[in-house]
């Protein structure tokens, strides 16, 4: 399965622009309100996490646990009827914006992986869901489930003690699609070695806009921001 190339690509299409949590910097975290405002503002990728009820709906919320101060529930334990209404599943995600925008989720629930790669083949969506987790160990089995969506590493601000060229050529090696780091750990040497292995390079936590602006330099593929009014503008 490894599928690296020996000669840099001469070309790079602008990034996908990735709106945090719904872009939390303009309107309430993973809420129908927030996605919506960003899509308004001209981003391609909307981000959140994933955890699954227990009737098997994959529900978008940052925390497990949900609700109203004194009212709150743990979504893993709850029928999806249980769970405020504002807090919308994956299944709303796509009724509301079908499947012209690129999904980000950070899977929190191993659970939830079968059932959310299930949403988005329902929407003739797989091809544009971009599924994050930590753990090699974990996520590498997934590639298994379908080959249609996207797989990303998302080590976290501990990189790859490893190295990054063994790192690559894993993640190369087990059908993973990207990686995707904190915006501090990325480097125009490591945008180049991962596009050699054919991975796309995607960065999180890029608030300000001189970091955008970096980032779009050194040519990363896709840039998640609280702030989708900066990442626009930045591209523009």
């Not at 919506?36 to 699954?52: A, C, F, P, Q």
């Not at 054919?198 to 896709?222: H, N, S, Y």
Request: charged fraction near 25%; aromatic fraction near 8%; proline fraction near 4%.
């Amino acid at each position: 399965m490894k599928r690296m190339k020996q000669e840099k690509k001469s070309d790079q299409s602008n990034p996908i622009l990735f709106a945090h949590r719904g872009g939390r910097g303009h309107a309430e975290e993973n809420t129908l309100e927030a996605f919506s405002h960003s899509v308004s503002l001209g981003v391609t990728g909307l981000e959140s996490d994933v955890w699954l009820s227990v009737d098997g709906v994959p529900v978008l919320s940052h925390d497990n646990k949900v609700g109203s101060f004194g009212r709150r529930v743990k979504i893993t334990k709850s029928l999806r009827s249980e769970i405020p209404k504002k807090v919308p599943s994956l299944e709303d995600l796509y009724t509301n914006f079908g499947n012209e925008v690129n999904i980000s989720l950070d899977i929190k629930d191993s659970n939830s992986i079968e059932a959310t790669v299930d949403v988005a083949l329902n929407y003739n969506a797989a091809h544009k869901l971009w599924v994050c987790h930590p753990d090699l160990t974990v996520s590498a089995p997934w590639r298994e489930i379908d080959s249609n969506f996207k797989l990303v590493d998302s080590p976290g601000k501990r990189g790859f003690p490893e190295g990054g060229e063994r790192r690559a050529f894993f993640l190369s090696d087990n059908g993973f699609d990207a990686i995707n780091l904190p915006e501090p750990l990325w480097t125009a040497g490591y945008v180049e070695l991962f596009h050699k292995y054919e991975l796309k390079c995607f960065a999180w936590d890029a608030q300000l806009r001189r970091q955008i602006d970096r980032l779009i330099k050194i040519g990363i593929d896709g840039i998640y921001s609280d702030h989708t009014d900066r990442l626009v503008s930045a591209l523009n």
